[in-house]
């Protein structure tokens, strides 16, 4: 926008000014050269220069039919992700005692969030208001009600007996669903009982044999199956959470090595390495380090995408909210204890605890870049919290979590605050819409190429919905909720032509 003096604005640039940002659309691309502009602050952190790259943002339009393979098809998430898509695409009300419902996407950023793409001012009386579009108006993607949907399951009770097992949605919804719920039976999984809770051994009567390299070729044929119906494949993780190996697998020859003699890796290390050879995009919706630098650079290596770690769902999420707020606003949170109950089968698997330490690790470091923001607050020395995490499996409570958090904070002149919160929530509906939005953001992101680059081995634009995002970046990973919002939408926004606002508001002012 063109500021003349007044309060008006021209939408145009005049003649040497400098568009920074041009678009153009072909039948299958859009393509836009964008002024990206930040600061470079000196060693010493006294000198800011301002930098401006151009860059070459090109997004494919065609969005293909997308086949959603997920490892743990009939676990709560699971049932939960293709029950509720498949009651939207039906759109099949159901009634309950609090009357009748319909379903809806709620809690999906692609399907039910906002974002402000610009201004408009009212020829008549000169006033400006913001302007919002839906996230998915803003590029060609996916819809969920398209998706095909299949995957594996060690436990291999078909959709409806799991949709019941799991207890989450009513069952006169379920029954209207039976015939086509039913259909939908797992395939047999690859399995490394080591890896998981000794607890879950009752679960188990749907498992492949053979060598590693055996399970991988299976599991390859079987996504190579699910090609031959759509255009586009994404494994998505949301089995249980596993042990994490250790030492790390550091190079390619040594995964190699390791699948050819049998050396018995987790699960999903093999169901990454299947994704990854049939250059498919793999999500890990867990906390284990699946993504081992062996396995990033086997996936550069083949071309292939991978994002994770941990859905970042409910207490997570508002941490990261509360360490935008108080952090953000000068005040020094000095403890955050959290507490959470759940009785549902991930809250048993986690009663193991080498399964305990994944989550906890995953959880524990998200406040780690706002604390890293403020050396006011946190002087080296005293840049670390009191931060515990506790999780107890309460079976009576089934899939509806409870999650208590305590943060005590330092105030003015050694004040203390503390707020508490307590939240009640089914777990597997605040994760399945997250899960479509890795789904379809995952697969819009693998359509975009950042001067003539993928935006792999990593896609660190989907930490939104990660406790632990993994990057291409490792030593820059950015938990806050506001700027990772921020950052996926503004990516969003330039691939798109519309320029993300710098926030000053200087035209409307002056
Ligand atoms: P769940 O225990 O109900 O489902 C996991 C499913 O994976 C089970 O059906 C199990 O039989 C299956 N499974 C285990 N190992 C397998 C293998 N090797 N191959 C194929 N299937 C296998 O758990 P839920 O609640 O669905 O959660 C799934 C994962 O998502 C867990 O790791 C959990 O920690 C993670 N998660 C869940 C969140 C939520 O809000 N629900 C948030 C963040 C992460």
Redesign the pocket.
């Known amino acids: 926008l063109g500021g003349n003096g007044s309060n008006a604005v021209t939408p145009r640039f005049q003649p040497g000014q400098i568009a920074p940002l041009q678009r153009s659309e072909t039948a299958s691309e859009i393509q836009v050269v964008y002024q990206h502009r930040f600061t470079l602050v000196d060693d010493a952190e006294t000198s800011y220069q301002p930098v401006c790259q151009e860059k070459r943002v090109v997004t494919q339009k065609l969005v293909p039919k997308v086949g959603v393979m997920l490892?743990?098809?009939?676990?709560?998430?699971?049932s939960t992700f293709v029950a509720g898509i498949l009651a939207n695409k039906h759109k099949v009300s159901w009634e309950t005692r609090t009357g009748t419902k319909s379903p809806n996407f709620f809690g999906s950023f692609s399907q039910s969030a906002t974002a402000r793409v610009g201004f408009k001012r009212d020829e008549k009386t000169g006033a400006f208001s913001d302007v919002h579009k839906p996230i998915s108006e803003i590029l060609p993607m996916a819809r969920p009600v398209d998706f095909v949907m299949g995957g594996?399951?060690?436990?291999g009770v078909n959709m409806y007996q799991a949709c019941k097992r799991?207890q989450v949605l009513e069952p006169t919804l379920l029954d209207q669903l039976k015939p086509e719920l039913e259909r939908i039976i797992p395939l047999p999984?690859?399995?490394?009982p080591d890896f998981?809770a000794g607890n879950?051994t009752d679960?188990v009567d749907n498992v492949l044999s053979g060598t590693d390299r055996e399970l991988i070729e299976q599991l390859r044929s079987d996504i190579r199956a699910m090609k031959t119906l759509v255009d586009k494949v994404v494994v998505l993780w949301?089995?249980?959470?596993e042990k994490c190996l250790k030492p790390e697998i550091e190079t390619v020859e040594d995964l190699q090595e390791r699948i050819r003699e049998g050396k018995a890796l987790p699960?999903s290390v093999l169901y990454c390495v299947a994704a990854i050879e049939e250059q498919v995009l793999f999500i890990n919706?867990?906390?284990q380090n699946t993504f081992h630098p062996a396995v990033i650079e086997y996936a550069r290596q083949h071309g292939s995408l991978l994002a994770g770690s941990?859905?970042?769902?409910?207490q997570t999420r508002f941490k990261t909210v509360m360490g935008d707020f108080l952090i953000g606003s000068g005040i020094r949170i000095s403890a955050c204890a959290s507490y959470n109950h759940l009785g549902?089968?991930?809250g048993r698997?986690?009663q193991d605890p080498m399964c305990f330490d994944s989550?906890k690790n995953s959880k524990s470091g998200v406040l780690n870049d706002a604390i890293r923001s403020n050396a006011i607050l946190y002087p080296e020395g005293k840049d670390h919290i009191d931060h515990e995490v506790v999780i107890k499996y309460v079976p009576a409570v089934g899939?509806s979590k409870r999650a208590l958090d305590e943060y005590t904070s330092d105030i003015f002149m050694n004040g203390r605050n503390t707020i508490s919160s307590y939240n009640v929530c089914e777990?597997?509906l605040?994760?399945a819409p997250i899960m479509i939005d890795l789904v379809v953001l995952g697969e819009l992101l693998s359509r975009i190429k950042v001067d003539g680059n993928s935006l792999g081995p990593l896609l660190s634009y989907l930490s939104f919905f990660l406790?632990a995002p993994d990057t291409n970046q490792p030593n820059y990973v950015v938990n806050s909720f506001t700027r990772q919002r921020q950052i996926l939408t503004s990516l969003l926004m330039v691939a798109a032509g519309i320029i993300p606002d710098d926030g000053t508001l200087l035209f409307a002012h002056f």
């Open positions: 490892v743990g098809l009939t676990g709560n998430n699971g594996w399951d060690m436990s799991a999984a690859a399995l490394n998981i879950q679960r949301t089995a249980n959470t699960a919706g867990s906390p941990d859905f970042k769902s409910g549902n089968n991930d698997n986690l989550k899939d777990d597997s605040l994760a406790k």
